[in-house]
């Protein structure tokens, strides 16, 4: 079993930035792909990022150029820094590790972007 928590989370307004941070349990960064997800209020999860162990990164269309996903595998988290937030990515983020058959996922953190 694998733990992870999320935090970095918060209340923004439009044009800011926030890092979420995504501490595992374990050392996994160097064998499981890693991933951010957001859910928002009546809509379905959607991926935003992805790494793999390797470093190879996949970016949903509508966060490229203002966000970035990267870890750091000596401290065993997981990073989303958010640039020029906007109010559309206002959302419940989840830490996702992936390899094989284990599929472990982070209880949230709520990113809330407002005027």
């Known amino acids: 079993q694998v733990d992870l928590v999320e935090s970095g989370g918060g209340a923004v307004q439009p044009g800011d930035s926030l890092t979420l941070s995504c501490a595992a349990s374990?050392?996994?960064?160097?064998?499981?792909?890693m991933a951010w997800y957001r859910q928002a209020p009546g809509k379905q999860r959607e991926l935003v990022a992805a790494?793999?162990?390797?470093?190879?990164?996949n970016l949903a269309d509508s966060v490229k150029g203002r966000f970035t996903i990267s870890t750091d595998n000596a401290k065993n988290t997981a990073f989303l820094q958010m640039n020029s937030l906007k109010p559309e990515d206002t959302a419940i983020y989840y830490c996702?590790?992936?390899?094989?058959?284990?599929?472990?996922w982070g209880q949230g953190t709520q990113v809330t972007v407002s005027s």
């Open positions: 790494i793999t162990p390797a470093g190879f990164t």
């Open positions: 996702n590790a992936r390899f094989n058959e284990y599929n472990y």
């Open positions: 374990a050392r996994i960064f160097v064998i499981y792909n």
